[in-house]
């Protein structure tokens, strides 16, 4: 069963962590030990976490690093949904 348009990361970031502990991008920034702009972009949902984010983040703020990476996958594979028909129609020219 898919999940029905996924949250990007940096939004459960922002509303689970970074909001209720009060901090701001910067200080979320500093304990990830990251530039701002990096945290600034995932909690906007302009940037992806990485593995070595997931990392960080699991150290920073708890929940796993598989956690915050399976997140991201559901949130990419929900927003290409709609390119599976186009790799279909390929695969068939291909394989016939």
């Known amino acids: 069963m898919s999940m029905h348009n996924p949250a990007h990361p940096g939004e459960v970031l922002k509303g689970l962590f970074i909001e209720p502990l009060g901090l701001s991008i910067t200080d979320a920034a500093e304990r990830l030990g990251v530039a701002r702009k990096t945290v600034s972009k995932i909690v906007n949902g302009h940037g992806a976490v990485t593995a070595e984010m997931a990392l960080r983040l699991?150290?920073?703020?708890?929940?796993?690093?598989?956690t915050w990476l399976n997140m991201q996958a559901a949130y990419d594979l929900w927003h290409i949904?709609?390119?599976r028909k186009s790799l279909r129609g390929l695969a068939e020219a291909c394989w016939g």
């Open 58 to 66: 699991e150290i920073g703020f708890g929940s796993t690093a598989q």
């Open 81 to 83: 949904k709609d390119l």
